[in-house]
């Protein structure tokens, strides 16, 4: 069985930073796109940026130019680079991924979700 594993959340201050990694596992075929999804409080999920298996991006407005997604196709993992964090980003972040896998069976995977906290 495949699943995603999230990691590097936590608590960080106004204008720091934080990086996210999320790794695919099991028996993997191959990754399609791969993205950070987040949800605040009181709110729906939001894209925030998603990656091809080409390296291809796009992000939400609201983080351009603040996070940077990337992803090690060698590793099965994807990651966010967030700087300049605001209360604003304070959210659950979550990986999801696009696999096929050795069954060649296609399915769309999340991961369990990390916090993300941003005050003083």
């Known amino acids: 069985q495949e699943h995603l594993v999230e990691s590097g959340g936590g608590l960080v201050q106004p204008g720091g930073s934080l990086r996210l990694s999320c790794t695919a596992s099991?028996?993997?075929?191959?990754?399609?796109?791969m993205g950070w999804y987040r949800q605040a409080p009181g709110k729906q999920r939001e894209l925030v940026a998603r990656?091809?298996?080409?390296?291809?991006?796009n992000s939400a407005d609201s983080v351009k130019g603040r996070f940077t997604i990337s992803r090690d196709n060698a590793k099965n993992t994807m990651y966010l680079q967030m700087n300049s964090l605001n209360s604003d980003d304070t959210a659950v972040y979550y990986c999801?991924?696009?696999?096929?896998?050795?069954?060649?069976?296609?399915?769309?995977?999340w991961g369990q979700g990390i916090q993300v906290t941003v005050s003083a």
């Open positions: 999801n991924a696009d696999i096929i896998n050795s069954a060649r069976s296609r399915l769309s995977y």
């Open positions: 099991g028996s993997i075929f191959r990754i399609n796109d």
């Open positions: 990656i091809t298996s080409a390296g291809s991006t």
